[in-house]
């Protein structure tokens, strides 16, 4: 099911490129991307226990056509909207954001299911479980619990609180996705025109040669000034 979401995030990561050149235009696909990618997010919330696989792995194609059309346009955006010698750093910086924000939302969403599933536990469905196997879940939290402790009873209780507990998670990326959604408005336009940017770099260009120009003037002129003839 995630080899669904992978490959088709890299399959859409690669035509945005081509999207983005046909349209001159990014915002349009990261409007789509983190479009998708919500509508994703909100129907995670749908998945349970008897979710069948091809729905699922639907949600996750989904998602994936978000997450293709946003992480590589955003680049594009970055590099658009700001000046050529700030483009490294801009990177630069947009890349350490991104493995920080990965890292803080890895350790959130871990928190919010551990919270989540001891909270489950102690409801009265969880209450059903015997003291035992509610001790056993909460050991094995982040790891994989051996399913032939449990009976056909207790397994259908223990996966109906497994899935509460990330139906929690997805409830916290909603929100997320959205914020970046309605921020992604204010994201200035600019064209992706080449015929526009070789311009621009050719107004450039001819603006250092001109101060190029009146440098050397000056320099001209002072020297003039100081070397005089010699009078005899």
Request: charged residues 20%; aromatic residues 8%; glycine residues 6%.
């Amino acid at each position: 099911m995630m080899a669904s979401l992978q490959l088709t995030s890299m399959i859409f990561s690669s035509l945005s490129g081509k999207f983005m050149e046909f349209f001159k235009s990014f915002n349009l696909i990261i409007y789509l991307g983190y479009g998708f990618w919500t509508l994703g997010n909100g129907l995670n919330l749908l998945i349970d226990i008897d979710t069948k696989i091809w729905k699922i792995i639907l949600i996750m194609i989904i998602q994936g056509i978000g997450i293709g059309n946003t992480l590589q346009p955003t680049i594009i955006a970055i590099q658009s909207v700001s000046d050529r010698k700030d483009r490294a750093l801009i990177l630069s910086v947009r890349n350490v954001l991104r493995a920080l924000g990965n890292s803080i939302s890895i350790s959130i969403s871990s928190l919010i299911y551990t919270n989540s599933l001891i909270k489950s536990i102690n409801s009265n469905e969880g209450q059903q479980l015997p003291q035992n196997l509610q001790n056993y879940i909460i050991l094995n939290a982040y790891g994989q619990p051996d399913l032939n402790k449990f009976n056909s009873i207790e397994l259908k209780i223990f996966q109906k609180l497994i899935m509460k507990s990330i139906n929690n998670i997805f409830i916290f990326w909603i929100p997320l996705t959205s914020i970046c959604l309605i921020g992604s408005l204010f994201i200035k336009d600019k064209s992706l025109d080449y015929d526009d940017e070789n311009q621009e770099v050719e107004q450039e260009e001819d603006e250092e040669e001109e101060d190029v120009e009146v440098i050397v003037e000056n320099i001209s002129i002072k020297d003039k000034e100081v070397i005089k003839p010699i009078e005899k």
